[in-house]
């Protein structure tokens, strides 16, 4: 038997089919654990793209979706939230093949997925607009909340279930129709939830699916005037290039971009409980996370001691295969990726930070198939230092001194990004001024890297804009019509 008879194969999923790529062309996927191909995918080019998109213009200008009342939506979502939540198991342990991420944590990204859609299957039954008859005697005004249209999702490959989540039930429970454009590294579980759609029932062209490297079917969502509005999450640097695109047709966007975000630990701590934060907002998801704590700051009379254990505990984080119960960080993405974090390590170390720990591939037996590193830390980092200011998305942390609450607030908000950040604190009067003067969408208080689908989640500066989660993020998938209506006899209407 082949290899090719032995993975599993995809299509696109475009107006409710399923096809190949207009080209005929595919790509494979490998696991990055261990190299072997764990799917065969369609690779979708410009014709394709434009398929999808006209799939969707016609399902919202012309199909039932948008015109359905809340509750009709609100059913079908719940029915894939239930689908999803049977196929847990099978789904989290695809998503660890192609991703390279821990099982256990493969199965939290599948869970926290399916608590985001049941979260809006509930919140689509409650879209408002507002009324007012105080403008004027004879006048009632209204305010309308109307689906902003065809929208083409973009996600990353780090948490590819999970940023898709965080857009997807939403743009739907507005009235939209979409068009899901997975990062080529990770697109095998994106197209395992467009089955779960189908199986539900969704009319067709409400949900499509295009797979394959970004270029050309990425460009023609942002420059086609059919798409409304795109939602991403990815770098900064696609980010830019995305807006510079979508200008010509003034397309609505959101974006969530990268991070550089500070986790503080002030000397009045909670020790046990700042060094799980610590250890978790570095190397979970192998540190390929854009909120990750990768500059910890940590006040001077608790620092040697803090490092000390820290470092120790880091360098007994168990590295290895993804599918092992016992594994705690998994492999890197692709080979190329970790050379570039690899490529960090080296200018942390010609800078004059202190390797603490790490800093390696891992080499010998099972490593020696996938792409795998050390937890890495590097101590005495100043905040100028190449490691401190620019995103690195793998498992290195440079952790940097500071005296004083101005000190930490001034180098926290040292830097381009703005996505999130913590302090660990006893000290309520602290911790509500760290809140307010911290540059960052998300903040957390003696926790680290908690999300919920209540809580809306977005970056400030470079880390992007607009909303995801919460009741924010459903109003960035509509529009705001305000309707005037004159009541009574119209006296002298237009005299003025």
Known sequence: MTTKQLVKSYQLFINGEWSDSANGETFVRRNPANGEVVAELAKAGVEDAKLAIAAARQAFDKGEWPKM????????LYRAYLKIVEKTDEIAELLSKEMGKPLSEAKGEVGAAANILNYYAGLSRSIYGQ????????????TLRIPVGVVGIITPWNFPLGTLMQKLPAALAAGCTVIIKPASATPITTVEF?????????????????????????????????????????????GQELMKLSSDTLKKLSMELGGKSPNIVF???DIEDALDGALFGSFF????????????????EIYDEFVERLVARASSIKVGDPLDADTEMGALITESHLNTVLGYVEKGVSEGAKLLTGGNRLTGGIYNQGFYME??????????????????????????????????????????????????????????????????????????????????????????????????????FSEVKTVQIHVGKRNNFYKW
């Not at 009324?131 to 209204?142: H, I, K, P, R, W």
């Not at 990768?294 to 006040?299: D, E, G, M, P, T």
């Not at 500066?461 to 993020?473: W, Y």
Request: some cysteine.
């Open 69 to 76: 009342s809340g509750r009709d939506r609100s059913e079908l």
């Open 131 to 142: 009324t007012s008859n105080q403008v004027q005697d004879g006048l009632l005004g209204l």
């Open 194 to 238: 467009a089955k779960i759609f189908e199986e539900v029932g969704f009319p067709k062209g409400v949900v499509n699916v295009i797979t394959g490297p970004g270029g050309a079917a990425g460009q023609e969502l942002a420059t086609n005037p059919d798409v409304d509005k795109i939602a991403f999450t990815g770098s900064t640097e696609i």
């Open 267 to 269: 000397a009045d701590a």
């Open 285 to 300: 998801n192998q540190g390929e996370v854009c909120t990750s704590g990768s500059r910890l700051l940590v006040q001077d």
């Open 375 to 476: 937890p890495t830390i590097f101590g005495d980092v100043s905040p100028d230092m190449i490691i401190s200011r620019e995103e690195i998305f793998g498992p290195v942390l440079s952790v940097i001194r500071f005296k004083d609450f101005d000190e930490a607030m001034e180098i926290a908000n040292d830097t381009i990004f703005g996505l999130a950040g913590a302090v660990w604190t006893k000290d309520i009067d602290k911790a509500l001024r760290a809140a307010q003067t911290i540059k960052a969408g998300t903040l957390w208080v003696n926790h680290y890297m908690e999300a919920h689908s209540e809580l809306p989640f977005g970056g400030f500066k470079q880390s992007g804009f607009g909303k995801e989660l919460g009741t924010l993020g459903l109003d960035g």
